[in-house]
Nanobody
Framework: QVQLVESGGDLVQAGGSLRLSCAASGDTFSSYAMGWFRQAPGKERTFVATISWSGASTSYADSVKGRFTISRDNAKNTVYLQMNSLKPEDTAVYYC?????????????????WGQGTQVTVSS
């Protein structure tokens, strides 16, 4: 069982930056691929980014490519999402997710564990 706790969400102006963190419990974190998803009001939860178990492989949604960076620190059981050049359309609840495989992808069903989410609001 893996428990995930997100933090770092806030209200920020367009063009600003935020760094989200996701702390994981358990000693299997370093074996799992991790992902970030987001859900805007009235919309489905969508893929943002994923990172492999070692951190060597990453993938992003086209809408955030070049602005967001996913990273992980296996010694701290934590995955991060650095978000730069934020836009109002980035406003959403951001969720951290863990897949019990070393590599994962953009499909929600590929992830077995989810956090409770952290709110990011970008004002224009």
């Amino acid at each position: 069982q893996v428990q995930l706790v997100e933090s770092g969400g806030d209200l920020v102006q367009a063009g600003g930056s935020l760094r989200l963190s996701c702390a994981a419990s358990g000693d299997t974190f370093s074996s799992y691929a991790m992902g970030w998803f987001r859900q805007a009001p009235g919309k489905e939860r969508t893929f943002v980014a994923t990172i492999s178990w070692s951190g060597a492989s990453t993938s992003y949604a086209d809408s955030v490519k070049g602005r967001f960076t996913i990273s992980r620190d296996n010694a701290k059981n934590t995955v991060y999402l650095q978000m730069n050049s934020l836009k109002p359309e980035d406003t959403a609840v951001y969720y951290c997710a863990a897949a019990t495989t070393r590599y994962s992808d953009s499909y929600r069903d590929a992830y077995n564990y989810w956090g409770q989410g952290t709110q990011v609001t970008v004002s224009s």
